[in-house]
């Protein structure tokens, strides 16, 4: 399974972007998908997650209420809407593909990474 994300940019505070994390290789609905970054100098964090139906979502509590996850398994897609964005948000993003999962916080548990896209948020 290739994984391949885009989207990412420079927004000032307060801003949005949408990312994009386009599947190859393998049947898209048989994939949970997440989103995770990693910020200067820090680990990489779980965002969110979602279901290969859709139909179960998580986030971490930094991005709930501001972050949307979803997916649209046609084009084999996930997105992850950003808005609200904070300097704080600022890191590379990275898709994320769990083969047979329901969706998980656990960064061990994805078997497929996508490349990375960088989002700074300046303030």
């Known amino acids: 399974v290739q994984l391949q994300a885009s989207g990412g940019g420079l927004v000032q505070a307060g801003g949005s972007l949408r990312l994009s994390c386009t599947a190859s290789g393998r049947p898209f609905s048989t994939l949970a998908m997440g989103w995770f970054r990693q910020g200067p100098g820090k680990e990489r964090e779980f965002v969110a997650a979602i279901d290969w139906s859709g139909t179960r979502i998580y986030y971490t509590d930094a991005v709930k209420g501001r972050f949307t996850i979803s997916r649209d398994n046609a084009k084999n897609t996930v997105y992850l809407q950003m808005n609200s964005l904070e300097p704080e948000d600022t890191a590379v993003y990275y898709c994320?593909?769990?083969?047979?999962?329901?969706?998980?916080?656990?960064?061990?548990?994805?078997?497929?990474w996508g490349q990375g896209t960088l989002v700074t948020v300046s303030s």
């Open positions: 994320a593909g769990d083969l047979g999962g329901d969706g998980s916080r656990v960064r061990e548990d994805y078997d497929y």
